[in-house]
């Protein structure tokens, strides 16, 4: 399955290749105060392989908090947030905001509340080693 997402204004945009065809697509509405602000809710699957295309750089607000070992890419725009990188042990992960895709029914999307409070920054990045989109290209 490919799914095509992108920032409101179309600055920030990816391609998401997800292994297989799933009925549904897990969505996590993330309780950070971030992501409680701009109504953040996330996917990954670790088999899927992610392209983003980025049309002017110096649109893009790269925003960091808290342990800093996650980066928001925000489009300086239109004010979206399209995906989230961690690098952990060199590589880049990402999570993507099934708010931004373009082509995918909404009744796919497996929504949940999520909360990551508590876990120390080892078990985070663990989390994120094993759920994330371990395949992320910028081109
Ligand atoms: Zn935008």
Redesign the pocket.
């Known amino acids: 399955m490919v799914i095509r997402g992108s920032?409101?204004?179309?600055?920030?945009g990816f391609t998401l290749e997800w292994a297989g065809d799933p009925a549904k697509i897990p969505a996590r509405a993330c309780g950070c105060t971030f992501c409680t602000r701009h109504g953040g809710v996330w996917t990954s699957h670790p088999g899927s392989r992610l392209a983003v295309k980025i049309a002017d750089e110096a649109?893009v607000s790269r925003y960091e908090f808290g342990t800093r070992t996650a980066t928001f890419h925000v489009?300086a725009?239109?004010g979206?947030p399209p995906l989230v990188t961690s690098d952990i042990d060199g590589r880049l992960h990402a999570v993507v905001n099934v708010n931004c895709f373009e082509d995918v029914d909404p009744s796919r999307l497996d929504r949940a509340l999520a909360s990551f409070e508590g876990e120390s920054v080892e078990q985070r990045l663990a989390r994120r080693k094993r759920n994330w989109i371990a395949d992320v290209r910028f081109l």
Not at 7 to 12: A, E, L, M, R, Y
């Open positions: 920032c409101h204004c179309g600055n920030i649109l489009c725009r239109c979206v």
